[in-house]
């Protein structure tokens, strides 16, 4: 056998290997046999061709995951909007005041989730701004610890009521200059291995990273529950992951580095469905 | 410095305990099995168990496993660090002797079901499961 | 503990005799004993370790659990309903708490 046969051979064999999970790339995310969530779509303008389209996280799981979201019963991550539904009507804080003493019910928050973060005041402003924000003055109530589950579930609750609605991030006007800067971020290399989000996201999404099968690393799925530390995990909770395995020193949750970058990141993904809380490994 | 006869076999029985880790691991596979059994022989056919052949994350593996006519059935996961996963027992108002849960494997490993039949016989099956590490955030 | 608070999927309304699916979940960490703290300390184990299901007080399915099972247990099998009656749920926690839930069902 000569030598390049040989190594044309050895080439497929590696090919073959690298593929296993392609099977499930087109199923279709529909939850509880009626919710069909957009998982792929054209790409918004605004990437101008970076990527053609673009894919919900899901699309790259193994077909178990994936089976998991389908269904709210399997769905590990609705024990904690169970949770959250609890939280919501409990009395907290100074003013003897729950969520529900003015928020009627959390069928009003549908829609909220789809546009986060938004610009309020020159500020950026995320989801978990806005929860802190209330129990602070509405009811004299401790703020919750960013990525803990008492305020993660509470986003997952919020999430749930824009589900399958399309993410619509706004990125002009006020939002234009924390869009940049997240845009910014987006392309810089972090950490002692210099990769930025780009790198794995955009150059090399549906390559394997070891047995990893990187997505797109867009957010409409958060919150997640994730296999991994069987608990649901926040935006910010994740970006500093990944900075972290750069190896590099990373900002923290809530700073205004990862609310513009959130908000960036967000604005990758209009047009697919949100799907709070999701399942990923 | 000398060793002393003991001492020599001393060490050289921790250099060959060193090496039968492994074989550790399957004593107490054999061990859980020869408990629930009770030292009976045990068969094949008749049970079906269902894994994932790669499974994403180690922490969560959805897993089933079958045997119509089973009074209980075990699970072993011989590559944990303890290798007892789970037995179900199932009553009368059954009417598939057959379950479903998730699962913690520590690795690529060798996932065990014995069932034990109405009749008081054995059988067991097992399946591969690969537990793969992940790249970033794996 | 607390919050280990249980979901359990049971239809409300059958025909005697019928099949049905039953599938429960519940949140609780399954602490299996494996894991050390920041300080290298083990964190001690706490599991649930045994789960029931009853009907109308036959027992259905009884399963013993270890450490591997993974964290927010989840079961689901299935269960012949004879008779108008109830569920009843039954999680037993190393520390000695026992957590339960019930389902009432119809049979038409």
């Known amino acids: 056998m000569t030598n390049a046969l040989k190594s044309a051979m050895a080439g497929v064999a590696i090919i073959a290997l690298v593929s296993p999970a392609m099977a499930q790339d087109d199923a279709k995310l529909i939850v509880n046999g009626e919710i069909e969530l957009v998982t792929r779509t054209e790409a918004p303008a605004h990437l101008e061709g970076a990527l053609r389209e673009i894919r919900s996280g899901w699309t790259f799981r193994t077909a178990e995951t994936q089976a998991l979201q389908m269904d709210d019963f399997e769905n590990p991550g609705m024990i904690f909007v169970d949770q959250a539904i609890d939280a919501f009507s409990t009395v907290d804080g100074t003013e003897g005041k729950s969520c529900s003493s003015c928020h009627e019910s959390v069928e009003a928050f549908s829609g909220l989730f789809a546009q986060m973060p938004k610009v309020v005041d020159g500020k950026v402003v995320v989801l978990e701004d806005f929860i802190n924000g209330h129990r602070a003055t509405a009811m004299g109530a401790e703020p919750w610890k960013w990525s803990g589950i008492e305020m993660q579930s509470m986003v997952a609750l919020i999430a749930l009521q824009s589900r399958g609605m399309p993410m619509n991030v706004k990125i002009d006007g006020e939002a234009a200059p924390f869009w940049e800067q997240g845009k910014e971020m987006y392309y810089t290399r972090y950490g002692q291995l210099e990769l930025s989000c780009a790198n794995c996201h955009e150059d090399n999404y549906d390559n394997y990273i070891r047995a990893d099968h990187l997505s797109q690393g867009q957010i409409n799925g958060f919150p997640a529950y994730r296999l991994k530390q069987a608990t649901l995990i926040s935006r910010h909770n994740r970006f500093r992951g990944c900075i972290r395995d750069t190896r590099g020193e990373t900002f923290a949750e809530g700073s205004d580095e990862f609310k513009a970058l959130e908000l960036y990141v967000a604005s990758r993904g209009n047009g697919l469905s949100v799907e709070g809380p999701s399942v990923r490994n | 410095m000398t060793f002393t006869r003991r001492e020599m076999l001393v060490l050289g029985l921790s250099a060959a305990g060193a090496a039968l880790l492994p074989l550790r691991a399957v004593a107490a596979v054999e061990d859980n099995i020869a408990a629930f059994t009770g030292g009976a022989a045990v068969g094949e056919g008749g049970i079906t168990l269902t894994a994932p052949e790669i499974a994403e994350n180690g922490n969560t593996v959805p897993i089933s496993v079958s045997a119509p006519g089973a009074v209980s059935i075990m699970i072993l996961a011989s590559g944990n660090p303890n290798p007892a996963v789970g037995t179900f027992n199932f009553g009368a108002l059954m009417p598939k002797q057959e379950a479903s849960t998730r699962i913690r494997l520590a690795g690529t490993q060798n996932l065990i079901a014995v069932a034990k039949m109405a009749d008081g016989s054995f059988v067991q099956t097992s399946r591969e499961v690969k537990v793969t590490i992940g790249g970033c955030g794996g | ?108």
């Open chain 3, 1 to 108: 503990m607390a919050d280990a608070k249980p979901r359990v999927r049971v239809p409300k309304t059958a025909s005697a005799g019928e099949t049905i699916t039953i599938k429960t979940l519940i949140s609780h960490p399954m602490e299996s004993g494996q894991r050390k703290d920041g300080d290298g300390n083990v964190i001690p184990r706490q599991i649930i370790n045994r789960f029931t299901a009853e009907f109308n007080g036959e027992l259905v399915i009884d399963v013993t659990m270890e450490p591997a099972i993974s964290t927010n247990p989840y079961f689901e099998f299935d269960a012949v309903v004879p008779e108008t009656g109830e569920f009843v749920f039954t999680w037993y926690d190393d520390n000695g708490e026992v957590y339960t839930a019930a389902s009432p069902i119809t049979v038409s």
